[in-house]
Structure formats: C-alpha cells, structure tokens
C-alpha cells in the first residue's frame, strides 16, 4: 500500500516539478569548476526526504506508535533524535545551496549534531571492528571519536562524490544492494530505491542535482543504518562497508592531498575528481559506467567469493590506472 502511494506521488512531483523548481529557485550556476552550461536546481535531497518522511508517518501509524525499532535502535529518543537531526541536516544544506555558507559553519555545524546523536545513542557508536580476515578486537576507549571521524568523512566522500549525473544515484543503489543482499532495513531502502529512481531521471535529463540538502542528511543516514545493521549483525564485517564506499573515500583523500600540496583549500573545488579526469576521454555515461563498475564489482566479488584481498586489489589497482592514464 504505502509503495504504490510514494510511486504515485512522485509520479506528481515529476509532474509538477517545473512549478516547484520555479518556487524555491534554488540553482547550482554554472562556474569554471563545473562541467555543466547552465543553471540546474538544487532539489534531489527534496525528493528522498520527503519519501522517507512519508513513510516514517505511516509507519508510525501502522504500528500504533512513533517507532517499532525502525533503525535498530533500542529507544524511542534515539529514533526521534535520529530523525530530527536527519531533517535538520537536510535544511542545513538546503540553506547552504540557496546562501553558500562558510564551510567553517558547515563543519561546526555537522560536528554538533553528529556528536549529538552519538552522546545520546551508544548504539551508533562503533565500539569493536569485525574483518573477515582477522579477529574481531574492541576500539571502545576510541569509539567515540572514530565514529565521528567516520560519519565525517563519509559525509564529505558523498559530497564530492556528487560531480556527474547518475554518479551518486548509481552510488545509491549500491547501498540498497547491500542491505538488499543483508536483508536488513529492507522496506526502508525499497523507498529509497523509489525516490531514487526519479532523482535518477531528473538527474540523467540535468533537471536535478542532489544538492547539499541531499549530500548532508543521506550520508547520514546510511551511515547511521550502517553501523546499526553492523552492530546488530554479525555477519556484516567491516571490509565489506570499506570496499562498498572505498572509490569515494580514495578519492575524497587524494584530492585532500592534491590541494593541499597545491596551497589550495582541501574545501576548494576543483576538476580533479577521478569523474573529471574521465570525462577528458570518454562522454559522460561512460565514464559513469567505468566508476560504477569500480564500486560494484570489487563488492560482488566480496560477496560471491568471500576474498577481501582480491576485492580489494581490484579496486585499488583499477582506481591507480585511471588515475595514472587520465590526469594529463
């Protein structure tokens, strides 16, 4: 019931999307470190949290109470805090994307309500790492501060991730494979999947950006589902979420370095990306296809096969060539 109405209702924002856009007049201009020509709207995080937001309600309304462990969470304050910093981080980078703040503020703001949650939530605190390949040993005297460290930099991967249409949808739908594949937070991730699909649409037709109000409040998410589902079940390791987001994270610290020894700000945008460097060869789509293929496989090989190394070298060795061959 509650998928054929969010299907129904994006088929409505589809519909009357030019008017919406038309309303907020929130755009991503073009710029010398941007590849696309004209202004394009800054709504694909609108699309997903009001899906999510949707099904929350209902939800909550089906079972007769706010929350029947949703998350994983033990505690009805933990889901409640959970969702209003998810919505919070959602205006935070809706505001962003219209004022362009500071990334000072932007840094500050996002250390407050991650630490926030992780003060208040033991359960999203990574306290023990489990590999597949070693024994499982405890971090808890560090938890806290490698958790925020986590969310951080998971949170600036998806946001620099975000340079080339059906590059963070594709991404997205990697992560609903995972928890497809785990069988956990299954119902969450088909509306996912659904606000995804027309993100990807207006995405592929450049009518859409994902936008800060996307890039904050989902990695969020994910991370916050992450270490849930990593927490409470022991057969997800911690070396199948690493080679699940390892292009991003590689790619977030390369360019950290790169501008870095530039004397550029590691904040300053650039045409770096591994998705640039892509594009001086091939169009567009293709380029999407090499980064996807980078992301997925290495992932289906760890889930097929079970060897973290061969993923792992996959990825890394594929990732170095590109990177060698294309940055001239």
Not at 41 to 51: C, Q
Not at 205 to 215: A, E, H, Q, V, W
Not at 253 to 262: D, E, G, Q, T, V
Not at 309 to 326: E, R, V, W
């Amino acid at each position: 019931m509650i998928y054929f109405f969010l299907i129904t209702l994006n088929f409505l924002i589809l519909f009357f999307y030019g008017f919406v856009e038309k309303k907020l007049n929130i755009y991503d201009y073009p710029s010398e470190n941007k590849i696309h020509s004209k202004k394009v709207p800054l709504l694909g995080g609108g699309i997903f949290i009001v899906n999510i937001i949707i099904y929350l309600v209902f939800f909550s309304f089906s079972h007769n109470k706010f929350s029947l462990n949703i998350f994983g969470f033990s505690s009805i304050i933990n889901d409640f805090v959970f969702i209003l910093s998810i919505i919070f981080l959602f205006f935070l980078g809706l505001v962003d994307d219209k004022k362009n703040l500071s990334a000072s503020i932007r840094l500050i703001l996002l250390i407050a309500i991650i630490s926030l949650n992780l003060f208040l939530n033991f359960e999203l605190n990574i306290s023990y790492i489990k590999l597949s390949f070693f024994n499982n040993f405890s971090i808890e005297r560090y938890s806290f501060f490698w958790t925020l460290i986590c969310f951080l930099l998971f949170i600036n991967a998806f946001n620099f991730f975000d340079g080339i249409n059906l590059q963070s949808s594709g991404l997205i739908f990697a992560i609903c494979l995972f928890f497809f594949i785990k069988n956990v937070f299954v119902e969450l991730f088909i509306v996912i999947m659904i606000a995804n699909i027309l993100f990807s649409y207006l995405n592929y037709k450049s009518r859409t950006f994902l936008g800060n109000s996307g890039s904050f409040f989902l990695p969020f998410l994910f991370g916050g589902l992450f270490i849930s589902a990593y927490n409470n079940d022991t057969s997800i390791n911690a070396d199948e979420i690493v080679i699940l987001m390892l292009v991003p994270g590689i790619d977030l610290i390369r360019l950290f370095f790169l501008r870095l020894s530039k004397k550029t700000s590691p904040f300053q945008g650039d045409q770096n990306h591994i998705h640039h460097l892509l594009l001086k060869r091939y169009p567009s789509l293709v380029a999407v296809a090499i980064i996807q293929t980078l992301i997925w496989l290495p992932f289906l090989v760890l889930q097929i096969f079970g060897i973290f190394y061969i993923a792992l070298f996959i990825q890394l060795f594929f990732y170095t060539l590109l990177i060698i061959q294309y940055k001239n």
